[in-house]
């Protein structure tokens, strides 16, 4: 890692401007920057100088540490009676048909499907209907602790609890202390999209508010739990509501500290009602990963989702703030498959994915959902690799040339 005062005289030594040798100073230094600084980062920043901030935190947060871990998904239906354009699930509705609609019996077995395997987190989360309502997830949530108690339940948004509480008259408070006792363990990022109401009601018109988005997350954290927050972005949004996005997870993690993670989630155009928007570049999906890194100063961990932007960026985005790339996952979120993710088969071994860390030299840790080690893989060589010249031998790219 290059120390404080070596990045100080690399930028001291640069043409840089007043203000990004400012925001640079201030980073190094540990301080936060201003929302005017965030929004001068998105505007006038280049990708090389927002890498080198962004590693200098994410290095003196976890070292060389990339974490993952083992996890499946399950999606109860893929029909949602919201319309939100970015969703290829919305248009469903009026084929309903063509989707699925499963039953709380044919979720346990799904679950019971992994029985021996050494998952430790399902995340549950999927379209809004009415039979989907409290009562069927608190059984939900029951059965699957019931049958296996060590399982981690991360499960539904507040698009989902906004809905179901309001159905079943309970406030905010009440609903997210029965989802606690029913088994919820903690609450993934979704639904947060983007919170500024000039694009909410573009995109996500009807569903709950960004305010209702962070009450809810703010009552769960009151419980003393944990939850991670997302940010769509790459569609209409502007860079500054971008930056009121990310203003609005730092004042509620100032308040709670309940987040763990903040996950900024690619908008990507296939089958939904925004496909002629253009997708975003690579570069400017390094720059968001960077740019959240450094403006969060108060989230422990940034991270990328693999199997939406694919295992070569997710491998790039380790040098520019991200220090966790999800789970090993088999039976992925048909999301982002519809939505036209690059990664057509979007389940990774274990050894795929400690590989892929280790080829941009970084230490593989698998964690459990509130981020404990439950085994460091930096030391580990899988059978069927062989070690020569120090490095492992890798499926996809030589080292030697
Ligand atoms: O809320 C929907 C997004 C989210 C598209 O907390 C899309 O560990 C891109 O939040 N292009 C759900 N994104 C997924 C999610 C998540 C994923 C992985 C880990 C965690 C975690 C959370 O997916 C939705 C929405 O923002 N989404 N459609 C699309 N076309
Ligand atoms: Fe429904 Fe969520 Fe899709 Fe919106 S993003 S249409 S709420 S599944």
Same mark, same amino acid.
């Given at each position: ?7 100080? &005289?690399?930028?001291?030594? #640069?043409? %840089?401007?007043?203000?990004?040798? =400012?925001?640079?100073?201030? +980073? !190094? /230094? ?54 939100? &354009?970015?969703?290829?699930? #919305?248009? %469903?509705?009026?084929?309903?048909? =063509?989707?699925?609609?499963? +039953? !709380? /019996? ?52 507040p ?14 408070? =009440? ?5 606690? /006792? ?9 639904g947060a999209e983007i919170f500024h109401p000039e694009i909410r009601d573009?995109?996500a018109?009807?569903k709950c508010s960004g305010e209702e988005w962070l009450q ?15 940010m ?9 509501h971008?930056?009121h996005h990310?203003?609005s997870l ?152």
């Open positions: 890692m290059r120390s404080k005062s070596e990045l100080m &005289s690399l930028l001291e030594d #640069s043409n %840089l401007s007043t203000t990004l040798r =400012e925001i640079a100073k201030k +980073t !190094l /230094e540990g301080e936060r920057i201003s929302e005017e600084e965030g929004l001068h980062l998105f505007n006038h920043a280049e990708i090389g100088y927002l890498g080198i901030l962004a590693n200098y935190i994410r290095e003196k947060k976890h070292g060389n540490h990339t974490y993952f871990n083992r996890n499946f998904h399950m999606e109860p239906t893929n029909v949602c009676l919201y319309t939100c &354009s970015f969703c290829s699930y #919305s248009r %469903l509705i009026k084929k309903r048909e =063509e989707g699925w609609e499963y +039953t !709380l /019996e044919e979720m346990l077995e799904m679950v019971k499907k992994y029985d021996g395997e050494p998952v430790t987190e399902v995340h549950i989360v999927g379209g809004v209907l009415p039979q989907y309502d409290l009562k069927f997830y608190a059984d939900l949530f029951a059965a699957i602790k019931k049958h296996r108690p060590e399982l981690h339940i991360k499960a539904l948004t698009v989902e609890y906004h809905y179901i509480f309001k159905k079943a008259k309970v406030d905010y408070a =009440e609903g997210m202390r029965q989802m606690k /006792e029913a088994g919820l363990d903690s609450m993934p990022g979704g573009e995109i018109g009807g809810i997350h703010e009552e769960w954290h009151k419980l003393g739990m944990r939850s991670n927050a997302t769509l972005y790459g569609h209409i949004e502007k860079m500054k971008r930056v990310l203003e730092r004042q509620l993690q100032d308040k709670t500290g309940g987040f763990q993670t903040f996950i900024p989630l690619k908008f990507r155009n296939k089958g939904n009602q925004m496909s002629h928007i253009p997708e975003s570049m690579v570069i400017e999906d390094l720059r968001n990963y960077a740019i959240s890194r450094i403006y969060l100063d108060n989230f422990d961990h940034i991270k990328a989702y693999w199997p939406m932007i694919g295992r070569e960026v997710a491998q790039m985005s380790m040098a520019f703030g991200v220090d966790d790339i999800d789970g090993t996952i088999d039976d992925t979120t048909k999301i982002y498959t519809m939505a036209g993710s690059e990664e057509q088969n979007p389940a990774m071994s274990t050894r795929e994915l400690v590989n892929l860390i280790k080829m941009v030299d970084r230490k593989p840790i698998e964690r459990d959902t509130l981020y404990n080690v439950v085994t460091d893989y930096s030391e580990h060589v899988f059978e069927e690799d062989t070690v020569y010249k120090g490095y492992v031998s890798l499926p996809v790219v030589n080292k030697d040339n």
